[in-house]
C-alpha cells in the first residue's frame, strides 16, 4: 500500500477526476467527496463530485457554490465507499474501473486499482485531511467546512469510541482554517423542526425492550413516515436513541425500505458488543460501536431476527 | 494580573488548601475541583475540595478514590465560582477570605485577594490544564477525566460557540493521558433513564412558542418534577432542548425551585442574542450563548417577564 505521500503524489499527478460518494449518503462522504473536489480544483485541475441520491438538503450549505464542470473524465476516485454495491444505481456502472479508493472502513472491499485505506482514521476526511496536508497549499474555509463535517458526523461529535487525538487535533487546525464549526454543529446535531420532534417523541414512546432492558429496538415503518410527513435523511440521527436508554447494550433501529417494504434498513449501535459482526450475519459492515446491514422479512420476522442474532453479543 | 507562569509559582508555593466549587454544581466545576485537588495531592500537598450540595451522583465517578483530609487549612482557592453568591450557604462564611480566584466567567466579580479570570478559556478546566502545563508533571488519568469532563460540559460536547482550537488540543491530550472520554461523553451526553426520557418527551410536547417560533420555552414545575419522580441534576441537560427547535433564535428553560415556589431558575440559551444581556437584567449572568438568571412570581407571570425582556433582542 502507498502511503500519505505516495498518495500526495499520485493525485497531484491526475486531472479531469471524478469523485464517487456512497448511496443514502452521510456527513462523512459528501463531506469528503466535495472537499476532494474543491481541494483539487484550487489546485487548477477539473474535478467533479457524484452521489446516486444526490446532495441531501441537510448537506447543501456544503455545496452552494459548487456547478458541475465539464471535461473528459480521465480518473475515477471513490471517497468513503466500502463496497461497490453502495454505489447506488446511478453510479454502479463505475464499479469495474475506480483508479482510487480513498476510505477509513476497516471492512473495505478493496476494490479499486488503489486502495488506500486507513482503518484508524476516525473518518475518511480525517484520511483526506492528513492527505492535504501531505499535498501543500492551505485548505480553504469551506474545504475546511467539509472535513469538519465528515469528522464531527462519523465521530458523533467527538463522542463516540472512534474519535482519536488525531481527529480532535485536525479539529483544532480546520477551525483556524475557517470551519463553521458552530453552525455546522447546530446543522448536523441539534436542530430538529417541531415534524422531527413530534415523531421523535413517538418513537421514543414506541421503543421495545429485550434481555431486560440490554436491546431496545425503534421500528420506522413507511407508514408512520408518511403519517408524519418526515425527511427520510433526517431520520439518519435516530439510530443512536436506543443506545441512549440507560441499561441498553445494544440499540437497534430498523427502517422500513421506501421502494422494497419486506425490506428493513437496519442500524446497529453499541456498548460492548461489536456492531460489525452482528451486521455482517446479515451482510452487512461497519465498526465495532456502529454498523449496519439490511433484514428482509414483515416487521415483526425481521425484528426477531436480528433480535434473536443480537441476544448472543450481550 | 498574574500570568501562568506566576499562578504555577504561587500554588507551588502553598500547602493546606481548601478548594471551593459553586452550588448547583455543573461538570465543570466538579471536573476543576477535583482534577486541582487530585493534582495538588500528587505533587505531595494537602488539599480538599468543597461543594455546598455535595456531588451530584452523575459526577460521583469522578470523585471514587476522593476522601476528605484532615489538615490545618492555610489557604482557600475558588473554581469557577463567578460570584460570592454562588458558593451556597453551607460555604457562604468562605466569602471574604479566599486567597485565590480561578475562573473563566467573564462576568467574575473578582472576590478574591488574588482573581485569575481567562475568559477566553472555554472551560475553568482548561484554565487548569493550562495551569498544569506550566507546573510540570504528568497529569494522572483521573485528572485528565476531570479536566476532560469540565471542558466537554461547558462546551456542549465540543458543539459550542465558545469552544477553541485550545479546547480540542487539550482534549487530544487528554485522551492520550487516559481521559475515559466514551464513558465520560455517554454519561455526560447521552444516557438517560427510562423515567427522564418520558419526561423529555411530555417536557418537549409541551413547548411554548413566541414571537413566530422565534422564542421557545420549557415550564419545569414542582408538580412534574415529583410525579415523574425525576432527580434535579439531571435536568441540567434540558436547557438546550427549546434551542434546538428549527427557527429558536433563544431557547428558554424555567424550572420552579424545590424551596421557593414563587421562584423560577431560568436558563438561557441563544444563536444571535446575547444571553448574558438578558440574564443581567434579573441580576443573573454567564455567557453570550448561555446564560442564567433567577425570576420571582407565578409560573405564568415569570414567564412573561422573561419573554418580554427576551423579546427585545431577536
Keep these: 500500500m502507498i502511503d500519505y505521500e505516495g498518495l500526495a503524489a499520485l493525485l497531484s499527478g491526475w486531472d479531469n477526476i471524478t469523485i464517487l460518494t456512497h448511496k443514502s449518503p452521510d456527513g462523512d462522504c459528501i463531506g469528503a467527496g466535495l472537499a476532494l473536489c474543491y481541494y483539487l480544483r484550487a489546485m487548477g485541475k477539473r474535478a467533479n463530485v457524484l452521489n446516486s441520491d444526490g446532495i441531501p438538503q441537510r448537506f447543501s450549505f456544503l455545496s452552494e457554490g459548487y456547478t458541475q464542470q465539464e471535461f473528459e473524465e480521465r480518473h475515477v476516485v471513490s471517497v468513503d465507499v466500502a463496497d461497490t454495491q453502495l454505489l447506488g444505481e446511478r453510479l454502479e456502472h463505475y464499479s469495474d474501473r475506480i483508479d482510487l479508493c ?4 476497516r471492512t473495505s472491499k478493496r476494490f479499486a486499482a488503489r486502495n ?11 484520511v483526506l485531511y492528513e492527505l492535504f496536508e501531505h499535498m501543500g497549499g492551505t485548505p480553504s474555509g469551506i474545504v475546511a467546512s467539509c472535513l469538519y463535517t465528515g469528522i464531527a458526523t462519523d465521530t458523533g461529535c467527538f463522542k463516540f469510541q472512534n474519535t482519536t487525538p488525531a481527529a480532535h487535533r485536525a479539529a483544532a487546525r480546520l477551525m483556524e482554517l475557517g470551519a463553521d464549526y ?5 446543522r ?17 414512546g414506541g421503543i ?3 434481555d431486560e432492558g440490554g436491546i431496545a429496538v425503534i421500528v420506522i ?22 443506545l441512549n436508554v440507560e441499561g441498553v447494550k445494544i440499540g437497534i433501529t430498523m427502517k422500513q425500505q421506501e421502494d422494497n417494504p419486506e425490506c428493513f434498513k437496519v442500524s446497529l449501535r453499541t456498548v460492548c458488543a461489536d456492531a460489525c459482526e452482528i451486521a455482517e450475519k446479515f451482510g452487512g459492515g461497519g465498526h465495532v460501536r456502529a454498523a449496519g446491514c439490511t433484514v428482509s422479512g414483515s416487521a415483526d420476522s425481521a425484528l426477531l431476527r436480528i433480535v434473536s442474532e443480537a441476544e448472543k453479543y450481550l
Excluded at 488506500?116 to 480525517?126: G, K
Excluded at 448536523?188 to 421514543?204: T, V
Excluded at 413507511?222 to 436506543?242: T, V, W
Aim: aromatic share 10%.
Design 116 to 126: 488506500f485505506i486507513d482503518p484508524d482514521a476516525s473518518a475518511t476526511c480525517l
Design 182 to 186: 458552530e453552525e455546522i454543529n447546530r
Design 188 to 204: 448536523m446535531f441539534d436542530i430538529k423542526s417541531r415534524g422531527r420532534l413530534a415523531a421523535e417523541q413517538i418513537l421514543i
Design 208 to 210: 421495545r425492550y429485550f
Design 221 to 242: 415503518t413507511n407508514e408512520f413516515i408518511e403519517k408524519y410527513g418526515i425527511d427520510r435523511a433526517e431520520l439518519d440521527g435516530m439510530a443512536s436513541i436506543p
Design 102 to 105: 480513498i476510505d477509513h472502513h
